[in-house]
């Protein structure tokens, strides 16, 4: 399972940057569930392209006929004619780029969600080796120039493709001779440009790699900037910053000039081979081969189709920048979750009982070389309160990674009322555990959303009941605004323990029956500590609760005490009866308490 994991949620792809478009071959299925955009800017793009490819037309005539003393009159009728075409051209072109445009929009406002919900299926396996900010850069930069390319870099490309190919057509209907040239120049103009944009595509994957980069560095920084001052480390972290950032500069100055390079090659080639053609023709006029009004039409229809080419080489860069930040997308999209919900999951049994058990399990963290856990067993019963002791990385909060299915044990199971977790729902098994961690996670929002993120329907007096039970309601009701003030990102503008006391809110409020704590009262003062202890003792019954907590002071009413070294049980019993077996419980007693008889040294801080 952990090689799975591993395999299924890396972050990384071995995989060389493609060198083509077919990333962008992902966001089909986006444009295509609004048919009725697409449909509209292909009917607006062809009117256009006609209405542009009529005005040669009324130009050959003009010059042919238009002039001559037989026909009066035709002047004035052709200038109206093209003005009415011009009309024609000005309605569309609007469209189009309507269409497009909010097509564009409204592709990235979908994938932004697609990726970010994808996101959130992935376990905690993915996000161990990945850093946050760079997921985020991939979030923001990489969608923001798929929407530049999307919305009206896709609107030039598609407006010249059909320009392109009509003028192509009708340079052939006009004259095929000089089509001939043109054609034997295509090869000359098209292999230097091909070559350009594989180097285009590669520079500029790279300069979204290094943006990326920056991004996520400032983001570990501007996150943990209390520890950053506090050592006086702003001159390190902003040196760090400023080499990201020169790479990333540097990064986009070889792309810009890549891009710089193929246009101008671009557009010597086309006129070049233009000048060329005109000549040709020129002199094909002199001879009497073709009139005055057909080189017109057909040097206008090489105008419009070598500006096409032109305008499609310099927009080939950006399309080139959205296929990089399309494949970074790609390669979140492509990875599927470590932990996944089954085909046919199995229902959990109603009503809930509450009882966990682990049997001979076994697990390693992706990456690890010793298991966290080995052939571990224990169960939880109904009601009973359980706490785990031990030093530090002995596997503790391990246990409760797996009982919340963040991952799945190499072997063994992990069962909830009977039932294997992987065998049933994530949201069902998750739904029954609530979790209050050592470091626990508060939003940028109020008090009263913080404690109702996991019940979001709960009614306010629930909210502030929850609040009482966890000791948390005093010092929110003294917020300026009381349960509606902001906390601040992470819960910044509350102590250690006040976050703590809101995050056990937030758990009994959920009322589940299964209940987690990972040393939830570690930042507690004695006097909260002992309100939250009684305000668990309160709600304990009919719950299953397992607490880990290294001051073993807090633990003493539990049940049974589990004591964990190495991955295993070592020792388990109440805590008179392992101080007795003068074992691991015993050793770890006499660091906290002194030497001495840590049985009554224990009793005596109980009371």
Partial sequence: MARRSRAAESGRDDAPPSRSLKPLAALRPFALAHKGRVAGALVALTLASAATLAIPVAVRRLID????????????????AMLAVVGVLAFTSAARYWFVTTLGERVVADLRTAVFRHLTLLTPAFYDSQRSGEIVSRLTADTTQIKSAFGATASQALRNLFLFLGASVMMVVTSPKLSACVLIAIP????????????VRRRSRQAQDTLADASALAGEAIGAMRTVQSYNAEGLVAGRFFAAVERAYRSAESSITARAILTAVAIFLIFASVVGVLWYGANAVLAGQMSAGQ????VLYAVFAAAAIGELSNVWGEISQAAGSA??????????????NPTDPTPLPEPARGSLA????SFAYPGGEAAAVEDLSFTASPGETVAIVGPSGAGKSTLFQLALRFYDPASGRVTLDGVDVRDASLAEVRARVALVPQDPVLFAASALDNIAFGLPEAERSEIEAAARLAGADRFIAALPQGYDTPLGERGVTLSGGQRQRVA???ALLKSAPVLLLDEAT?????????????????TAAGRTTLVIAHRLATVLAADRILVMDGGRIVEQGSHAELVARRGLYARLAELQFGAGEPARR???VAG
């Fill in 504 to 506: 056990l809110a937030r």
């Fill in 358 to 361: 682990f049997e001979h399990v």
């Fill in 327 to 340: 494949e970074r997308l790609g390669e979140l999209l492509r990875i599927a979750p470590a932990v996944a």
């Fill in 602 to 604: 224990i009793e005596a």
């Fill in 65 to 80: 006929f238009g002039f001559a003393a037989e026909h009066p009159g035709m002047v004035n009728q052709y200038f109206a």
């Fill in 295 to 298: 080189l017109g039409q057909f």
């Fill in 522 to 538: 570690s930042a507690l003062d004695a006097e909260s500590e002992t309100l939250v202890q009684e305000a668990l003792a309160a």
């Fill in 188 to 199: 000359v103009i098209v292999l230097p440009l091909a070559g350009f944009g594989r180097s």
